[in-house]
T-cell receptor
């Protein structure tokens, strides 16, 4: 079945780059997503990438996709304390499977120290 | 434009009590979802509704029921709460419509509510 794996914790210093990694299993996933959850809040869509792309850049965020290895990464440049949050990787499963929506990883807690 | 609104934000129940979590969205979205979030488990789908009038089970539906009252509202009911249902519950919606049979054909942008923290004693 589908599964999305992420490391659980990442700790960086303010100003450094953060790289959050994710592996997924459904090779038919057309879109892959990164969501951010700040303390006490719901998830917010951060960025997404279409599977025919290798890279997508949006200001401080860079998403890299290695479709052959089913590996997705999120790089945050010049990490700030406000980036401290839980980051979830998600894949869009096969549309003809019942009982599924997005499949989320367990989330990576990013801690940024000043 | 409020987005996805969930009520209540916090609730404490005793084992065996019942309650309904309410969710409403004002984005004219077709699909709505209920997830639960537990430490170390990430987000798990309880039920979803691909369109008004339809509901389907997700990964962890046992102990829950849902109602898609209209296009805006999707409620989650716990008939007899158990301590294992202590969790943070999130409602979400997206513009995704019925399955088209085309794998990954739709860009599934989910919008989440702020969550309901439920404790069952």
């Amino acid at each position: 079945g589908e599964d999305v794996e992420q490391s659980l914790f990442l700790s960086v210093r303010e100003g450094d780059s953060s790289v959050i990694n994710c592996t997924y299993t459904d090779s038919s996933s057309t879109y892959l997503y990164w969501y951010k959850q700040e303390p006490g809040a719901g998830l917010q869509l951060l960025t997404y990438i279409f599977s025919n792309m290798d890279m997508k850049q949006d200001q401080r965020l860079t998403v890299l996709l290695n479709k052959k290895d089913k590996h997705l990464s999120l790089r945050i440049a010049d990490t700030q304390t406000g980036d401290s949050a839980i980051y979830f990787c998600a894949e869009s499963p096969r549309a003809n499977q019942a009982g599924t929506a997005l499949i989320f990883g367990k989330g990576t807690t990013l801690s940024v120290s000043s | 434009n409020a987005g996805v609104t969930q009520t209540p934000k916090f609730q404490v129940l005793k084992t065996g009590q019942s309650m309904t979590l309410q969710c409403a969205q004002d984005m004219n979205h077709n699909s709505m979802y209920w997830y639960r979030q537990d430490p170390g488990m990430g987000l798990r789908l309880i039920y979803y509704s691909a369109s008004e009038g339809t509901t389907d089970k997700g990964e962890v539906p046992n102990g829950y029921n849902v109602s898609r009252l209209n296009k805006r509202e999707f409620s989650l009911r716990l008939e007899s709460a158990a301590p294992s249902q202590t969790s943070v519950y999130f409602c979400a919606s997206s513009s995704r419509s019925r399955w088209t049979g085309k794998p990954g054909a739709t860009n599934e942008k989910l919008f989440f509510g702020s969550g309901t923290q439920l404790s069952v004693l």
